[in-house]
């Protein structure tokens, strides 16, 4: 980050649902649009659909600028990968992270062909989310396979250990500076 650099900040707490993803997905839009160089994402949230997730994962990773996010309570379930698109990365001390099987809605009714299009659906996405853990940090394979039928809770220093932030540091608003929150 050099002396010139143009920052925003931001804070997000929510789903991951189109409306979250789209007012996030637009502040950071706009924030390129406006020549910003780095932005600092205050974050927590529980997860959401995981269609929403990966979008927003993929979306981060073209922007053209740097993205510290923090993890300022607790990042769940798809939250984690989107969590993981920041080239920065940083949990508070009171932080925690959860990772778990991807869920399937009710099946009340459903017919056996539609219940298997279901677990199939939710078996590639539990796919997409472990290509997106295993390329972007140091999860073990074990944890990995633990989370395809029961939640992990990572505390932040194991999250240190498996590369997923970069250190446990506290978000904290420069004096002068604004934050707009999503």
């Known amino acids: 980050m050099g002396q010139t650099d143009i920052i925003a900040y931001f804070g997000f707490t ?5 409306g979250g993803v789209g007012r996030l997905a637009a502040a950071l839009n706009s924030a390129v649009n406006e020549g910003v160089e780095t932005v600092h994402l205050a974050f927590s949230s529980n997860g959401g659909y995981v269609a929403d997730g990966v979008y927003l994962y993929n979306h981060i990773r073209a922007l053209p600028l ?6 300022t309570g607790s990042v769940g379930s798809i939250a984690v990968s989107v969590f993981l698109a920041a080239e920065e ?12 099987p991807t869920t399937m809605g009710h099946s009340d009714g459903m017919s056996a062909r539609r ?3 279901t677990l199939d659906a939710a078996l590639a996405d539990d796919d997409r989310t472990d290509n997106i853990l295993r390329e972007r940090s140091r999860i073990p394979a074990a944890v990995l396979a ?6 992990i809770h990572i505390a932040p220093s194991e999250a240190c250990d498996y590369g997923m932030v970069d ?3 506290e978000f904290a608003l420069p004096k002068g500076h604004q934050i707009v929150q999503i």
Request: hydrophobic share 35%; charged share 20%; aromatic share 8%.
């Open 14 to 18: 929510g789903p991951i649902e189109p």
């Open 66 to 71: 740097r993205l510290a996010i923090y993890n």
């Open 89 to 100: 990365r940083y949990c508070s001390v009171h932080s925690m992270f959860m990772i778990h």
């Open 115 to 117: 219940l298997q299009s």
């Open 146 to 151: 633990s989370r395809r039928h029961s939640e």
């Open 167 to 169: 250190a446990i540091r």
